[in-house]
């Protein structure tokens, strides 16, 4: 089934809430590591 979307007839509220769940790369996985020093960090990944 295929839906077209007109931005122009849509709310803007609409339109970037389907933007945003569709196009916005989202993070897949969280990657941490610690530094040699003790200092932790943790961040999204994608691939």
Known sequence: MRVDFNPAEMPRNDFYKLL???VVPRPIAWVS???QEGTANLA???F
């Open 20 to 22: 945003t769940a569709t």
């Open 33 to 35: 590591t610690v530094t």
């Open 44 to 46: 999204p990944a994608r």
